[in-house]
């Protein structure tokens, strides 16, 4: 008796297939998550508190507790300085079972100041700041595991958001048609040329700056150049077999949306997801370069930017700025390409 022929795998199974065979594509999300699960752990690789501590025969984390100065044998009740030469030379001495600590393998953390620096600063790369120091004496290195990490997580909600509103507004629009298209058309001509720039500035002029403020004034605009795309796939899709069947048969239009033509519409959606990652990026980028982004003191790329601006001889600031951001936006744009080569149905054909 022969064989049953195997089930062919799904439209998604197919296109994952697509996708990892594009090794560039691949490995570039590899790599990818790997650096955002890092930067997510940036507690643990970078900080300027160790992670254990062992002193006069007690257990000490200073990560999930603070400890003041007179614990470790100093002088004030003031919280502990664990880069201090005075503290570091307690966790080394002998106790009654050994005093010791584990650093985290870059000792400085987001707002630490190194003020036991050897060198002025900016200071360049160092044994103890690897890759220098910025022009306030942080640790650049803990700056742009912090700074990375707060721009990823800021356009991956900038981009949920975005993608919630422009599928809401397109689908809509393309279901429905007619006036209901007509109107939301003359709406976003209109609220597309708002100067966005302007608000931003008389916003963060009146209210305080937060990166709250910041995606919501964004995604107020961020969903436009998406519903679109979902829009036009919609009007196509209404006009298929299977919608018309489903209305014959009295289906009501909100499960007609969802799961008929809206799974069926999502290719867009999905193709531009990195590339409107990497649009998030540079536009918060671009805003705290100019001052109107993050609040002062939190580590931002688009600051270490600006710094390397006015600090043109401290060339390791721009430089490995610069890096990260190439290396990341070079990461999102493979993946971007990989992904809309896999969703491509003339190359699924071939």
Not at 4 to 13: E, G, I, K, Y
Not at 280 to 308: K, M, N, R
Request: proline content about 7%.
């Amino acid at each position: 008796m022969a064989d049953a022929p195997a089930p062919s795998p799904s439209p998604a199974r197919r296109a994952w297939l697509r996708f990892k065979r594009n090794r560039l594509g691949s490995w570039s999300l590899a790599a990818f998550c790997a650096l955002v699960l890092l930067s997510l752990c940036a507690e643990v690789i970078s900080n300027d508190k160790p992670l254990v501590v062992r002193y006069d025969g007690h257990w000490y984390f200073p990560l999930v507790q603070t400890y003041p100065e007179k614990v470790f044998g100093g002088d004030f009740n003031t919280e502990t300085d664990y880069l201090d030469p005075f503290i570091r030379q307690q966790f080394s001495q002998p106790g009654q079972t050994g005093n010791w600590a584990i650093y985290p393998p870059n000792p400085y953390g987001a707002k630490t100041i190194n003020y036991f620096a050897k060198a002025p600063n900016p200071a360049p790369p160092s044994a103890d700041n690897w890759l220098g120091t910025d022009d306030r004496g942080r640790d650049l290195l803990a700056q742009l595991i912090y700074g990375f990490r707060i721009s990823v997580l800021f356009a991956l909600a900038l981009t949920a958001v975005g993608v919630l509103l422009g599928v809401a507004a397109g689908a809509v629009q393309g279901f429905f048609g007619g006036k209901t298209d007509l109107a939301f058309q003359r709406f976003i001509e209109i609220w597309g040329s708002m100067p966005e720039l302007y608000l931003l500035i008389i916003f963060s002029a009146v209210l305080a700056p937060s990166i709250g403020l910041l995606l919501v004034l964004l995604s107020l605009f961020g969903w436009m150049g998406l519903s679109d795309y979902v829009r036009a796939e919609f009007l196509r899709n209404r006009q298929l077999d299977y919608v018309k069947g489903a209305r014959a048969l009295g289906v009501p239009n909100r499960q007609i949306i969802w799961r008929h033509i809206l799974p069926n519409s999502l290719t867009p959606v999905v193709t531009f997801l990195p590339f409107r990652m990497s649009a998030a990026i540079l536009a918060l980028t671009s805003l705290d370069f100019l001052g109107l982004g993050v609040p002062p003191g939190t580590p931002s790329l688009g600051e270490l930017l600006s710094q390397g601006k006015n600090n043109i001889d401290a060339w390791w600031i721009s430089l490995s700025t610069f890096g990260v951001l190439v290396l990341t936006l070079l990461l999102l744009t493979f993946m971007g390409d990989a992904l809309r080569d896999a969703l491509d149905p003339r190359k699924a054909d071939r």
